[in-house]
Structure formats: structure tokens, C-alpha cells
């Protein structure tokens, strides 16, 4: 019972796990970037919902949106003025551009929203369902749901909208999309904007059962790395697979191990598969 | 040909001197001397991560599992058998030798930003390794370096000077060894290596032997590095010494804002970047907390975007712009 | 008279050596400094302002500054001439490397004559090797036994220990179970695995093993814990009657509700830290209520004197505010009694004198002493519990305001 309660707090955690690094795994897969930055979109998305919620009464669930749109538009101005003038430097060049970028964002945050740890609370925050000897979290439960949803709706841009399409084909094949008349310059800038953008959403779906501070994205930030690494860079459904087995794995190693030792367990896999499928478990399929 | 060797070597040999003497200038026991002290050290480090990621481009982001290896053996050995930290340094050497080889082992596969997140991880598993395994490293409390008379043996001053010319030293030491290895056999193999790995395999190169030799070259020199900063420093803990942030991010930083895979880019970047975190701290860190990590990270944006090869490709810009040709 | 015309020349005169020396960098010092002498002293205040303590260490800069503020408004420190306290505040960052560059760069530029700091424990004992150097009083109210178990000279600890604490938040929770007549035979710890989770734990432990109670569990897990799951999963099936949390805001906030969702009621026994600031409560709203952590201090031990705190800055007096404006009023008594900045001077006023009346009285003890290792003899920690949005203190019996609820 206890390995069906792990294996099921796993997924909840791992589904909002997978969100939040899709966007990492969508900026490599159409412009070569890994950014170093992205958990700070975390935190920008974290606080963007808890404002809405302190002065407008907004539920975080609700504010997921709108925290969604605001970084969207960050990401946009940011690939524009940063992001553009590195894609053809050295990779260590542009790996730390986007270090620079996490120094800069998580102070700037630090001088506009203050070092404290900001909480909502919410009337669901502290209950849970019950199925037989199981617990259900309802914050979980809800932020779960609002990934697949937000994954769902993400699969269908990129299948059914051209924007997707071209996207998709930038990243495949660079010259060909161009060729097609596709404007790289701004599918790359939809791809940064849309992969931060999600991350944030990610962000603010979580914000029920943590704390935000300007430090937050350390949190997440090897987590995030762990997850789409062991799904493939650039595969945005590697990334899904990589949360929900991150999830599964944090949450099992706990029944084993002492809880202490949950990342050492996670990084250890993450080496192993590595030497083993250099490229992700599902690298090359993409 | 004959001559410029010469006046470079003269050139070299003048700067040293200045080095050497630059202690008598400051005052023995201030705050400028702990400065330039440290900007040594991580210079020296950087040159260390110079030597696999600058010569064959393996971005390591996990060479502060090799400074920690360094720092906790000579100071545990230090603590339990009272034994010399030169000693300890030694034994820190060899187990940080073994620790890159072991690495080596399941990432010598990969290339580019998977090599440099499975070393990330690496560097992550040490330390929750030094944090979780409290009976022999002492824990997340960390550990202080025990009070010695001071002496030579035991690598204990009471004023900063005999600091500064150690690090000097294993900066030039470190130096040398990378010279060294970009001019030998070793060196040309990394750079067949980091052109194209497959070519190089075809022309006979053993990939697999000349990574792994140059990874254990760089973590044993790295683990040294390491004791000096523990007898410098006199305390630190786990995420001090193992610290993503803190040492493997910053030795890859110096290097690259310096200008990766040249032996005076480590040493530019170093005196660029260290002075500058401590002068945006000194100026701005009283105003209003953060402003002087933000100022430091809008700076370090700049350089990039400047220049992405350091400041070394952008010193021959320049001198290319002057008309003096420089080398290619 | 004397002392107080000698010492900001003998201040000028190093300084000059140290512009010499040191160039550019000192720079924008000199000119700083030349308008603030005159008549002041430096005291070096060295908090984590940046990164993931700097909460704290701005809470700790407010105590600080605010006494500051005080003592100059009073007319300064009068046996040195009504010389004005200037304080120089310098960010520690998270980086006990940065932490010593800090700490050297204030005594050699600013020439502080003391510096109190840095909230972490990693943080002032990287400090600490610093100031022993040079002989510099070290105030702090971090609370790691390391600080003063390394017979240090210069270093003064205004609380107690890490262990003691743990161990008082143990007996304390104890007491009050037996006074509501429940007998706890069965506990949990749960830590942050960083200094202070790990010294708190081993005082819980040392004081269940005394009381001959079972430890049924007993968990370490990493700072910044995005998922406390499993370690309720845990805690439910390990039938214990009490549980103690060792942990900052966010782990602690994350607990609270996961024992919620999952029906634990047990109580749960905060080991200061995140428990006991304004946002755990702003955190938790009504779930707050009832909860107990132990403390090094409490404001409502002298409500007179914390009040102008809450008025200044708009929320209660945190501990850490509170130990760290008592470091500064102990350092300002010990200048007056010294008539003198001098280190040696400090030093012996320091170890051979209780400290009474200002802000000692705020603390346990109603003063301060410190013994041979620097450590306040006079401190014991508290046990408070969230009454109504403020922090009551409840144990032991001769400190408490109000008695202690227990629900089990």
C-alpha cells in the first residue's frame, strides 16, 4: 500500500514536473539553448500569481494564465534583446548568458518583491481526497490536472496551428523551414516566449502547496535539468516521460532510502542513463 | 622568430617579479592582499578546468567535486592524524585523480550540454554525499581547519603574504602544466578531440585514453587546489566547497569571461571577475540587498555579449583594429 | 577625555596606510568615511542581505539599526565624547567565502571596532576567523555550538546553544504534555540537513534519550524540499504522539498542510526559525493557531521595548532582530564601561562584566554575561505558541505569559 500511495504522489509530482521543464526542452529543441535561467521563469510565474491572488483575491489556478501571458512577453523581449545575439557564439558563451540572465532575474526579484517567503492560502490548500487507504492531496490533484491540461493544449498548438508546424519544422531543419519562407527570428522568439511562458504556468500551479521567494528556482533548477535530460533534450515528450519518472523515482527512493539521500538516488539514475542512452531515454526519437 | 621569443620570455619573466613583489606593496594583513589572494586561487582553478574544457571543449560544470575531495581529505587527515597538509594534499590529489577517473568512465561518451549536466549532477552527488555522510565529514555544520603554531609544515601563517606567494605558486605550477600539455602529444590529441571526435578516432587517436588522462590531470590539480583554499579560508562546509554556484560555476565563468582554451584567459578573468564581485559588494551591498549581485550579473551579461571569447579574442580584436596584424 | 581624542586618530592614520596600499578599491571609502568621522564609531553589521537568509539578515539589520538609531538619538556613546554609532552594512551573500572577504574589508577599510553578524552559523564562523586574527569582538546570536566550543576569544554568542535549544524544545514539549496529563512515549524528528537542523537534532535527541522516550523517527531532508510526501507518509504509519520539525518557512509551511490533507493531528513542536516569524502565520491563517516552537527569545518577555520595533518596521519583533539588538546594546554598554574602542579594552570589559538594563532586559535572564568561551550564561530558550496572529510565550513556567494549550 505504501508503494501505491508513492507511486501515486510520484505521478501528481511528476506531471507538474513535466510542465515546468517542457519549456527547457522546447527552447533546446528549436534554438540549441539551454537555458540556465529557466527556473527563474518559475519564480517570476510563482509571483506573479501570488500578487494576483494578494490584490486581486485571484486563485492561483485561475491566475495560471495570466502568469502564463505576462512571462510570455518577458520571454519574448528577452530572446529579442539577449538571446538572438548568442545563437551562433561558442555554447559556453551562451551557457552563460543565461547564468548572467538567472543572476540578474532572481535579484531584480529580490530588489522588487522583497527575501521574504510569500504563501497563498486557499480553501482546498490542507484537504485531500480519500480512496480507501489512499490520500489524494487536492493541491496536487489540481495542479496535476492543470498540466495536463496546459501539456494537452500545448500538443494541439504544435500539431493542429501553423505557428506549431513551423516551429516544429525550425527545429528539425533550420534551412528547409526557411526556405519554406518561415521567419526563424520569430519562431525562435515564440519558441523562448512559449517555453518560459509554460514554465511560469507551471509556476503558479504549484503555488497552492509552496512558498515563493526570490530564490525559489534554485529548488528546481538541477530538477529541471534531470527531468528533460533523462527524456532527451529537445523532446517535448521526453520531457513528459522525464517528469513522471523523476516523480516516480523521488517518491519510491523515499520508501527505500533515507529522504535525505532522494537526490543523491535521482542524480545517480540520471548518470546511469546517461552512460547508458547518451541521448535520453527517448533521444533520437524525436 | 628568435627575438620575440625572447622578449616574451623577458616579458614574462619581468611580470613574475612584479607578482612576486606586489605583497611588500600591500598592507600584510588588509583587505586588498585576501583579495588578489583569492583571485590566485580561482584563477589557478580556472586554469585547472582550462585544461579539459578549454583543450578539448568538455564544459565540466562539477569540478567543485574534486576541490571538496581536496579541501575535506587534507583537512580530516589533518584533523584525525595531524598530519601535514602538504601530505594531506598529496592523498587529496590521488583521491580526486581517482574521483575524475571514475566520472570519466560513464560521461566520456557525451559531448556538449550532456557531458556538462551529467558532471553538474556529479558535483551534486558529492556534495550530498559530504552533507548526509556527517561521521566522517562532519556534516552540513561543516568543518574548521584546527589552529597550528605557524610554520611552513603545516601551511599555517599568521600573516596573508606566505598565502599569497602559495597561491601564486600553484597559479604558475597550474600554468606551466597546461602550457605543457597543449604543447605535447597529449595536447594536440584534445584538440583533434574537440575539432571532431570521430575524425580523430580515425586517425588513430584514442579518444577514450586522452580524455580520461586529462580529466584526471585537472581533478588531481583541482583537488590540490583545494587544501590551499581550506588552509587559506580556515572553515567551510559542504556547500561551500562542493557548491555548484559557488566553485564549478565560478571556475568555469573566470575562464570563459577570460578567454577559454588560452593559458592568460583563466588569469585575466580571474582578476577581472573576483575584484569585481567584491567591488560591486563594497559599493552597492549596503543600499539595497541584491543590487550588487544584479550589477554583477548585468556585467557579466555585457561581457558576453560583447565579446563570447573573452577577453582575450577581444584584446586581438583590438589589435587586429590597430593594424598590428597580432597572431591568428 | 584621553581615549576618545585617540581613537579616531589612530583611525586616520591607518587609513591613510590602507589608501596607500590598496588604490582603487578603497577609494570610495575614503570619501564616505571622511564625512562620517568626527566623532563616530564604526561597527561592522555583516548579514546575508541577497539570497536564501536574507529574510533573516534583513530582520537582523532592522534590530540593529534601530537600537543604532536609539543610542545616537540619546546623545551617543558618552564616555567617548558622545561619539555617534555608524553603522557599516555589508551583504555576507549565502557564501561563507564572501562572508570572511567582508569581514576583512570592514576591519581594514572601515576599521570597525566590532562587527555583529551573521545569522547563519556557516556564515559567522567563516566571520569568526577573521575577527580572531585580528582580535575584533564578534557579536552574534547564531546559534551552532561550534562557535563557542572552539575556544575562541573574540566571539560572543547571546543564546544558547543549537543543542541546548533542541533539547529545551524537547523538555519544554514534554512538560507541557504532562501538565494537559498526556504522557509522550513515542516521538518524530524531522531536519533541514544544513547546520542548524542538524545541531537542533541532535539536542531533540540527546534530551528523548534522557526522558528514556522512543524516537520512531527520525529524518533528515535537503534544504529546499519541493515534496514533504513521503516524509508524512512516513510519519503517519510511524505512530508517534508528537512531532518535531526542525525546518525555515518553506519546509515548514509545506508540513503544516501535508499532515492536514493527510489527517495527521498530532501536535507539532516548531523548532524556531521558520515557526516563529509573522509569514508563517500569514502562511497558515487559522491552521497557525496553537502551534508551539521552541525560541530563543521572545518579544513579548519586554513588550515595552520591542513594541518600537513593530512600530518602526510594521511587524513583531522576531527573535533574530531581537538577539541581534541586544548584541549592539551590549557592544554600546561595553564601550561606555571601557571608555574605550580599543579591542583588548573591549575584550576584558566583555568577559568580566553582566550586562543589565536597555535591551538585555529583553532577554531570557533580564541580562547578559558571558563566560570564558563568549557564550551568554544568562539565556535559555522559551517555548512559545500563535495565539491570535502574535507568539505567546508559554514555558518555562517563570517566563510564561499565558498558558500553554495542548491538543492531541
Given amino acids: 500500500m505504501a508503494v501505491l500511495q508513492a507511486i501515486l504522489d510520484g505521478l501528481m509530482i511528476g506531471g507538474v514536473y513535466a510542465v515546468i521543464s517542457i519549456g527547457l526542452t522546447l527552447v533546446f529543441g528549436v534554438m540549441g539553448i539551454v537555458n540556465f535561467a529557466q527556473a527563474e521563469f518559475l519564480m517570476l510565474g510563482m509571483f506573479v ?7 486581486l483575491g485571484l486563485d492561483p489556478l485561475l491566475a495560471a494564465p495570466l502568469a502564463f501571458g505576462v512571462v510570455f512577453l518577458l520571454g519574448a523581449a528577452i530572446q529579442r534583446v539577449l538571446i538572438r545575439r548568442v545563437l551562433k557564439a561558442p555554447e559556453v558563451a551562451q551557457i552563460f548568458l543565461t547564468v548572467g540572465m538567472l543572476i540578474v532575474l532572481e535579484n531584480a526579484a529580490l530588489l522588487m518583491f522583497g527575501s521574504g517567503f510569500k504563501s497563498v492560502s486557499t480553501p482546498y490548500q490542507t484537504s485531500s481526497l480519500q480512496l480507501g487507504p489512499l490520500f489524494i492531496s487536492v493541491p496536487y490533484l489540481a495542479a496535476f490536472a492543470m498540466s495536463v491540461a496546459s501539456g494537452l493544449a500545448l500538443f494541439l498548438f504544435m500539431r493542429a496551428s501553423w505557428f506549431g508546424r513551423a516551429m516544429r519544422a525550425t527545429a528539425q531543419d533550420p534551412m528547409a523551414a526557411k526556405l519554406m519562407g518561415i521567419d526563424s527570428d520569430r519562431m525562435h522568439m515564440l519558441a523562448f516566449a512559449l517555453g518560459v511562458g509554460l514554465t511560469a504556468f507551471g509556476g503558479a500551479v504549484i503555488l497552492p502547496y509552496l512558498t515563493v521567494s526570490p530564490t525559489v528556482g534554485a529548488q528546481f533548477v538541477v530538477l529541471m535539468f534531470t527531468v528533460v535530460v533523462l527524456g532527451g533534450l529537445g523532446s517535448v515528450a521526453g520531457a513528459v516521460v522525464g517528469g513522471l519518472a523523476v516523480g516516480i523515482i523521488q517518491s ?5 532510502f533515507p529522504i535525505q539521500l532522494q537526490n543523491l538516488v535521482l542524480f545517480l539514475v540520471f548518470i546511469a542513463v546517461l552512460a547508458l542512452r547518451p541521448k535520453g531515454l527517448l533521444g533520437g526519437a524525436r | ?19 612576486v613583489a606586489t605583497p611588500f606593496l600591500l598592507d600584510p594583513r588588509g583587505y586588498a592582499i585576501r583579495v588578489v589572494c583569492l583571485a590566485l586561487l580561482f584563477a589557478a582553478m580556472a586554469q585547472c578546468w582550462n585544461i579539459v574544457a578549454g583543450l578539448a571543449n568538455q564544459v565540466s560544470l562539477g569540478h567543485a567535486a574534486f576541490f571538496g575531495i581536496g579541501a575535506y581529505t587534507s583537512t580530516l587527515l589533518l584533523i584525525h592524524f595531524g598530519l601535514s597538509p602538504w601530505l594531506g594534499m598529496l592523498v587529496g590529489a590521488v583521491l580526486g585523480g581517482i574521483a575524475a577517473f571514475l566520472i570519466s568512465l560513464p560521461t566520456m561518451r557525451l559531448k556538449g550540454h550532456y557531458f556538462a549536466l551529467a558532471t553538474l549532477a556529479f558535483g551534486e552527488v558529492m556534495r550530498v554525499i559530504a552533507n548526509s555522510w556527517s561521521g566522517l565529514t562532519g556534516g552540513p555544520v561543516g568543518i574548521s581547519v584546527p589552529f597550528a603554531p605557524p610554520s611552513f609544515a603545516m601551511m599555517q601563517f599568521k600573516e596573508t603574504r606566505p598565502y599569497y606567494w602559495l597561491m ?14 597543449r604543447r605535447s602529444k597529449l595536447g594536440y590529441r584534445l584538440r583533434a578531440i574537440k575539432e571532431n571526435a570521430d575524425a580523430a578516432e580515425v586517425i588513430g587517436v584514442d579518444t577514450t585514453r586522452t580524455k580520461i588522462t586529462a580529466a584526471v590531470i585537472s581533478g588531481m590539480l583541482t583537488a590540490c587546489l583545494g587544501t590551499l583554499y581550506a588552509q ?7 556547500d561551500t566547497v562542493f557548491g555548484v554556484a559557488s566553485i564549478s560555476v565560478r571556475m568555469a565563468m573566470i575562464a570563459i569571461v577570460g578567454g577559454i582554451g588560452t593559458a592568460a584567459g583563466p588569469i585575466l578573468g580571474a582578476f577581472f571577475v573576483i575584484p569585481l564581485e567584491e567591488f560591486a559588494n563594497d559599493l552597492f551591498s549596503s543600499r539595497a540587498a541584491g543590487l550588487s549581485q544584479l550589477v554583477f550579473g548585468v556585467l557579466l551579461i555585457g561581457v558576453i555579449l560583447i565579446e563570447p571569447r573573452g577577453f582575450m579574442a577581444l584584446g586581438s580584436r583590438i589589435r587586429r583594429l590597430f593594424g598590428k596584424g597580432g597572431r591568428p | 577625555m584621553k581615549p576618545s581624542d585617540r581613537a579616531p586618530r589612530s583611525l586616520n592614520r591607518r587609513q591613510v596606510l590602507v589608501a596607500g596600499a590598496a588604490g582603487a578599491i578603497a577609494a570610495p571609502y575614503l570619501i564616505r568615511d571622511a564625512v562620517a568621522q568626527g566623532k563616530a564609531v564604526n561597527v561592522g553589521v555583516i548579514m546575508p542581505l541577497s539570497g536564501a537568509n536574507a529574510q533573516f539578515g534583513i530582520n537582523s539589520r532592522n534590530g540593529v539599526e534601530l537600537v543604532a538609531d536609539e543610542i545616537n538619538a540619546a546623545g551617543g556613546i558618552k564616555a567617548l565624547g558622545g561619539a555617534r554609532i555608524n553603522l557599516v552594512v555589508a551583504d555576507s551573500t549565502s557564501n561563507p567565502t564572501t562572508a570572511a572577504n567582508v569581514a576583512q574589508r570592514l576591519l581594514t577599510q572601515n576599521d570597525v571596532v566590532a562587527i555583529i553578524g551573521a545569522f547563519a552559523s556557516s556564515l559567522t564562523i567563516a566571520i569568526s576567523e577573521v575577527t580572531e586574527r585580528r582580535g575584533v569582538p564578534l557579536f552574534t546570536m547564531s546559534f551552532s555550538d561550534q562557535i563557542t566550543s572552539r575556544g575562541f576569544e573574540n566571539i560572543f554568542q547571546v543564546v544558547a546553544k543549537a543543542s541546548v535549544l533542541g533539547k529545551a524544545q524537547f523538555d519544554g514539549t514534554v512538560a507541557i504534555a504532562a501538565t494537559a496529563g498526556q504522557k509522550l512515549e513515542k516521538v518524530a524528528i524531522m531536519y533541514e540537513d ?12 540527546a534530551g528523548a534519550k534522557a526522558a528514556g522516550v522512543e524516537v520512531v523517527m527520525d529524518d533528515a531532508y535537503p534544504l529546499g524540499i519541493t515534496d514533504v510526501t513521503p516524509l508524512i507518509n512516513k510519519l503517519r504509519s510511524s505512530g508517534a504522539q508528537a512531532v518535531f520539525p526542525v525546518s525555515y518557512l518553506n519546509d515548514s509551511l509545506q508540513i503544516i498542510r501535508s499532515m492536514r490533507q493527510q489527517k495527521v493531528t498530532i501536535p507539532a513542536i516548531g523548532g524556531a526559525a521558520g515557526y516563529v516569524i509573522p509569514d508563517f502565520e500569514k502562511g497558515l491563517g487559522e491552521y497557525a493557531e496553537g502551534v508551539l516552537s521552541i525560541s530563543p527569545a521572545n518579544y513579548d518577555l ?60 529583553a532577554m531570557t535572564g533580564g541580562a547578559v554575561q558571558f563566560d570564558k568561551t563568549g557564550l551568554n550564561t544568562l539565556s535559555v530558550p522559551v517555548m512559545v505558541q500563535w495565539r491570535n496572529k502574535e507568539l505567546v510565550t508559554v514555558w518555562p513556567s517563570e517566563y510564561a505569559k499565558g498558558k500553554a494549550v495542548w491538543t492531541n
Avoid at chain 2, 1 to 19: H, I, K
Avoid at chain 2, 168 to 181: G, H, R, S
Avoid at chain 3, 305 to 310: A, K, Q
Avoid at chain 3, 322 to 332: K, N, Q, R, S, T
Fill in chain 3, 302 to 361: 519586554d513588550p515595552a521595548l520591542t513594541d518600537r520595533f513593530r512600530k518602526r518596521y510594521g511587524y513583531f519583533m522576531v527573535h533574530e532582530a531581537l538577539e541581534h539588538a541586544v548584541c549592539m546594546d551590549v557592544l554600546a554598554q561595553a564601550m561606555e564601561k571601557a571608555k574605550s574602542t580599543a579591542p583588548e579594552a573591549l575584550r576584558k570589559v566583555l568577559h568580566g562584566t553582566r550586562f543589565e538594563g536597555g535591551w538585555t532586559k
Fill in chain 2, 1 to 19: 622568430m628568435n627575438r620575440s621569443t625572447l622578449l616574451r620570455g623577458l616579458g614574462l619573466a619581468v611580470l613574475l617579479a612584479v607578482a
Fill in chain 1, 252 to 256: 519510491l527512493s523515499a520508501l527505500a
Fill in chain 2, 232 to 238: 587559506f579560508q580556515f572553515f567551510f562546509d559542504p
Fill in chain 1, 49 to 55: 500569481a501570488y500578487y494576483a491572488w494578494a490584490w
Fill in chain 3, 194 to 205: 544544513t547546520a542548524y537542523g542538524t545541531s537542533q537534532a541532535g539536542g531533540l535527541r
Fill in chain 2, 168 to 181: 601564486l605558486a600553484a597559479l604558475v605550477v597550474v600554468t606551466l602544466v597546461f602550457v605543457a600539455i
